[in-house]
């Protein structure tokens, strides 16, 4: 047992106390599924920010060389069938909408078609496990828009189940890749005829603005510090050490590893977090590594991000600089993972209620609720479900998520 996240904040503020739901909403990025559609999605993506259709264009080249089509989709339209495979399992009558924030369907178009099928209140799934603008409170900003959109703030409930980035159902999926590929690597380098040649295991997430994480997972009535500067540096820091402590030690034996950051984009004066994964194998390279395993830990599937970024770009580095290199799956559908998100639902629910809140790291469980302006919105706040003080997206008669909606919602278990 370790100390409670949160500390400066009742931590009792931040679980939220069992409900009725009466439906699932699996919520995504969502993409293009043609080239006709790309241009239209990137808009979707930057709406607001007026970048003109030809910058667009020159940022579609990974979609336009895959015949317009991202995978993501189909992706999700594959886990929200495993979802409902194991509720129906395990008997939980909840049906599994799916809505995108980027591309059809459309969150507010499945809220309207929720709330006329006679749905009350939904509790939301995202596939974004860590905390930051981006995977956390744009999810929670978009369900608020499109109650606003709808006129249906007041009428249906949306929550939403908490960042997952440490639960044993993302992590351990993982965990069986890592040690997969480090067995393919060694066993590349050895059949070279250089089996005792430096691996090395670069856990692999998305660049987000420096100023981006800074602000995630906190409130300005919480100051607190994180490892590496950031709740979301602090969390994949956590789970790669995880990984790596539980990987076994014969397969970890004399690889060392660190954390990258791919999928960069904005203007160029605007500081990400670095070392680029690219930049990182040519030094590896230089220092003598002789393997690169990538484990793509911030994402949830193989979408564009993932097949393009790692699969084509960091594998070309890798084969350039003459180096072996083996890309981890992500969760997808693992049957660890989808019983996992599970579970993580029936935290949340009175009915099938599990009172366990499993993490993986000291730094969880993360909290339900978020603090107040947790991973602020620098381009202008918007109203977000799921917060506290937050009166968004409540289910009738409850006055704000400061009162008499929360209760200390079970027990936190170290796993
Ligand atoms: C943290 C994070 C995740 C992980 C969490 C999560 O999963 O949510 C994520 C996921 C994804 N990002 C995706 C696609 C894009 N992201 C963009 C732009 C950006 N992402 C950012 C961050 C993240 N992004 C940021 C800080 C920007 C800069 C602009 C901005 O501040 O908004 C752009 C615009 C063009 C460009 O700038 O390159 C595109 C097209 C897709 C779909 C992939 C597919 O189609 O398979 C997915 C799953
Ligand atoms: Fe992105």
Request: aromatic share 6%; glycine share 8%; hydrophobic share 40%.
């Amino acid at each position: 047992m370790t100390a409670a996240p949160h500390a400066g904040l009742d931590a009792a503020l931040l679980r939220a106390a069992p409900a009725e739901y009466d439906a699932i909403l699996l919520a995504s990025f969502g993409g293009p599924e043609g080239q006709d559609d790309v241009i239209p999605f990137l808009r979707n993506v930057t709406r607001g920010r007026g970048i003109p259709d030809e910058r667009l264009e020159e940022v579609s080249h990974h979609y336009r060389a895959n015949g317009g089509i991202s995978p993501i989709n189909a992706q999700n339209r594959a886990l929200k069938a495993a979802l409902e495979a194991e509720l129906a399992a395990r008997s939980i009558k909840l049906p599994v909408l799916w809505g995108n924030r980027n591309w059809d369907p459309y969150i507010p178009a499945v809220l309207q078609e929720a709330y006329d099928a006679g749905h009350r209140r939904l509790l939301m799934v995202t596939t974004s496990a860590y905390s930051c603008y981006s995977s956390d409170r744009q999810y929670r900003e978009d369900i608020g828009m499109a109650l606003a959109s709808t006129g249906l703030d007041g009428k249906l409930a949306v929550d939403k189940v908490r960042q997952y980035f440490d639960h044993p159902g993302f992590v351990r999926p993982f965990l069986e890749g890592t040690a997969v590929s480090l067995a393919k690597v060694r066993a590349e380098l050895a059949a070279a005829g250089t089996p005792e040649a430096p691996v090395h295991v670069l856990f692999s997430t998305h660049s987000i603005p420096t100023r981006d994480a800074e602000a995630a997972g906190r409130s300005d009535d919480e100051p607190r510090t994180f490892e590496g500067g950031s709740a979301y540096v602090a969390q994949h820091l956590a789970v790669a050490r995880t990984v790596m402590a539980a990987v076994e030690p014969a397969a970890v034996e004399g690889a060392d590893w660190s954390l990258v950051y791919q999928s960069r984009s904005g203007a160029p004066h605007v500081p990400w977090l670095e070392p680029d994964i690219n930049d990182a194998i040519a030094d590896l390279a230089a220092a003598g590594t002789k393997g690169i395993v990538v484990v793509p830990l911030g994402f949830v599937s193989d979408h564009m991000e993932v097949v393009w970024d790692l699969d084509t770009e960091a594998a070309e580095t890798c084969a350039e600089l003459g180096l072996a290199f083996d890309r981890a799956p992500t969760p997808g559908t693992h049957p660890l993972f989808v019983s996992g998100l599970v579970d993580l639902v029936c935290e949340r629910t009175v009915a099938n209620h599990i009172a366990d809140r499993p993490a993986m790291t000291d730094l969880g469980p993360w909290y339900d609720i978020a603090p107040a302006g947790d991973s602020r919105n620098f381009r202008g706040e918007k109203p977000a479900i799921a917060e506290h003080g937050s009166t968004v997206g409540l289910a009738p008669g409850v006055a704000a998520l400061s009162e008499g909606a929360l209760a200390r919602g079970g027990s936190a278990t170290h796993v």
